[in-house]
């Protein structure tokens, strides 16, 4: 299988310089990343890529008993790492690929040499005293708003969104396809993403890590960055002046400022 | 541009009493400015919301994150959203389905600094849509327990069709033999039938037919004509054929006229000189095609007898062939010779099927089925009718096939 297409791998950048690869989390595709890249692209070789299932990744290569674990979407990010041959790169992961990037780097200690884990949750289910912010119930509820939204989606639409090598005008003027995906696969990916629990897994973590965290985000509120910077050794919490769930969209300076100190630093 | 219509209409009225929820936020989501409809839906006032509350105060909690995951991310990369379904919790009264359109107002350095937002009461509409996302719902799980009936029917005709048919055919010294089946589709039973079966000492008796249309009531037709034929086999071949006709006339003509056509012949295998004799008898069935092992072919066109069933009593003459070995004596149907070639509609044809079976003149029964199936595998989806194909063939040795 070509993985390269499998997962809409995109390499841009300095060719020279160490690899960053850059992980979208649930909702959208890469594109999300694209105030971040300019920052990173005269210095480190860059590497965009959509999960199976979201963006422009190939949907044949769907398989919902994989993609039912987070360990399911760490093996894309280790595959696709293996396909590039990258040697001690940075892994940058979003909201879910955060936790997806912790166990990518204990699968494949060669090829991950340092984390950034951008508005992460390890559990975003309430559980004793640990506070992730959400209930069962209020997951379901995500499920529904998503069922409501695949109104929006429609059999004619897939190719167009999937990619369509053939008319490629298409797909760049579609309203809102960073963020459509068959339904059936989101649906997979929100429970996957929202259902899981890492929390044990972020002391396997050996590698410089870097957290960063919005001042107000409804999905990773502060208790939770707290919550993992006590569990990742060593690691560093830097909370950024946004508001919202992306601070990569909301606050792009202060965070690729905050990105590019950490890289500087690893030299 | 104004009109005057007895009536001013002032910018400020037309947005607070707009018949859609308008408001307008900061780029962290603050509402800085909403209309009185949009308050009206909500229950609150509008000290309670401006500069207190945020866009997203204002939905559920799967609402928050679906805005988290999907619309703030979008309204960043795009400036603008169209369309998003959410649901407004209300004071006092149940949740507002709504869709909701946003655009950014940027500054002059391309910063965004408003959200502006319209939200459309959508609660018909959600209703009917739910409706249709039930109704596929419910059209998905027909549509699985359909294809499950279906592939259960198919096992069942299966199973029935087999019945049919021999399950082997027996080793008949000196005598090879070869057959094809096929039918048009999984899902009907084939009109099609042969059989080859030991009669007594040397003597075999074999036949091959059709019956006029398919599905269950051909079925029946079949069974009765293959149960018919082999208990009539000790008859010479015109008899045979005659208590068929008999049998199928009596049960069948009243009503529902159902008959065939059928090549019924006994063969007498020679061990001493290799030779086997063949008498047969046709009702209304296309000739027997026989091929010497010197390459010469010809159809074997006895006269031939009537349709069998149609008529009270029908005359049907025999034949007698003696094949000599490495000779060959093919029955079929005419699901072969009517087979469509292309699709101008041509048949494939007797000139074809003659040709062809000259080139194998001198090889062996399977050989020969094996090259016929190729030629109907290559029709594909053309192949319309089920085709039944018996080849019989001269060893000249004791043994089937050596």
Redesign the interface.
């Known amino acids: 299988m070509d993985i390269l297409r499998r997962n809409n791998v995109v390499v841009t950048g300095n060719p020279e310089g160490r690899a960053v690869v850059l992980a979208h989390g649930f909702g959208c595709d890469q594109n999300m990343w694209r105030l971040t890249v300019p920052a990173l692209v005269p210095e480190y070789r860059v590497v965009l890529f959509d999960y199976v299932g979201s963006g422009r990744s190939d949907p044949s290569a769907f398989d919902e008993s994989r993609y039912s674990s987070l360990g399911g979407y760490a093996d894309d990010v280790v595959e696709v790492c293996d396909a590039l041959d990258l040697d001690d790169a940075v892994f940058v992961g979003h909201s879910v690929s955060a936790m997806i990037g912790v166990l990518a780097a204990r699968k494949a200690p060669e090829r991950i040499g340092a984390l950034v884990l951008v508005a992460p949750s390890p559990c975003y289910i309430d559980d004793g005293a640990y506070h992730g912010g959400f209930s069962v119930d209020d997951i379901d509820e995500l499920l529904s708003s998503l069922e409501s939204n695949y109104l929006g989606w429609s059999a004619a639409m897939a190719p167009v969104i999937m990619g369509t090598p053939d008319r490629p005008e298409l797909g760049e003027e579609l309203t809102n396809s960073f963020c459509a995906t068959d339904p059936a696969m989101a649906r997979v990916f929100a429970r996957t993403t929202f259902l899981s629990d890492s929390r044990a897994d972020l002391a396997t973590v050996r590698v410089p890590t870097l957290i960063l965290e919005s001042a107000e985000d409804v999905i990773a509120p502060r208790q939770v960055g707290a919550y993992v910077q006590a569990a990742v050794d060593g690691s560093t919490l830097v909370t950024l002046d946004s508001t919202g769930h992306c601070p990569h969209l909301s606050a792009p300076e202060a965070t690729n400022e905050a990105i590019t100190e950490f890289l500087v630093k690893l030299r | 541009m104004t009109e005057r219509v007895g009536w001013e209409e002032t910018a400020e009225e037309a947005y607070d009493s707009a018949p859609c929820g308008l408001l307008s936020t900061s780029?962290?989501?603050t509402i800085v400015k909403v209309n009185q409809t949009l308050l009206d839906w909500l229950g609150l006032s509008g000290e309670a919301v401006v500069g207190r509350l945020r866009f997203?105060d204002l939905l559920?909690?799967?609402?928050?994150?679906?805005h988290?995951?999907?619309f703030?991310?979008?309204l960043?990369?795009?400036g603008?959203?169209?369309?998003?379904?959410?649901?407004l919790k209300r004071e006092h009264a149940p949740r507002m389905?709504v869709l909701v359109s946003a655009v950014v107002r940027y500054d002059d350095h391309g910063n965004p600094v408003l959200h502006r937002i319209t939200i459309f009461d959508a609660q018909i509409r959600?209703a009917y849509?739910e409706e249709l996302?039930r109704e596929r719902q419910a059209a998905d799980l027909a549509r699985g327990q359909a294809e499950a009936d279906r592939s259960r029917l198919q096992d069942a005709l299966a199973v029935l069709q087999q019945s049919l048919l021999p399950a082997t055919i027996p080793v008949m010294p000196g005598v090879a033999t070869a057959a094809y089946y096929h039918t048009a589709s999984p899902d009907e039973l084939g009109g099609d039938f042969y059989d080859v079966f030991h009669i007594d000492g040397h003597r075999w008796g074999f036949f091959l037919g059709d019956v006029c249309g398919k599905g269950p009531a051909a079925a029946a037709v079949t069974s009765v004509a293959r149960y018919t034929l082999r208990a009539a086999a000790m008859h010479n071949p015109a008899a045979a054929l005659g208590t068929l006709n008999a049998v199928l006339y009596e049960r069948f003509a009243g009503g529902d006229l159902r008959y065939c056509t059928a090549v019924f012949g006994t063969l007498w295998s020679d061990l001493a000189t290799g030779r086997v004799a063949i008498r047969f008898a046709s009702g209304g069935h296309p000739p027997p095609l026989l091929i010497r092992a010197d390459g010469s072919c010809e159809y074997l066109l006895s006269p031939d007898g009537t349709l069998i069933g149609i008529l009270p009593t029908s005359q049907f003459p025999q034949t007698d062939v003696t094949l000599d070995p490495g000779d060959m004596l093919l029955l079929y149907t005419d699901g072969l010779t009517e087979a469509r070639v292309n699709d101008q509609r041509d048949f494939y044809g007797p000139e074809a099927l003659h040709k062809l079976a000259s080139q194998y003149a001198g090889t062996s029964p399977d050989a020969l089925v094996e090259a016929l199936s190729d030629v109907l595998a290559g029709f594909g989806p053309r192949l319309a009718d089920d085709t039944a194909l018996l080849a019989l063939g001269a060893t000249g040795l004791p043994h089937n096939g050596l």
């Open positions: 780029a962290n989501g997203t559920t909690v799967g609402g928050k994150l679906y988290e995951t999907h703030a991310p979008l960043r990369m795009q603008e959203v169209s369309g998003v379904a959410f649901e389905p959600r849509e996302l």
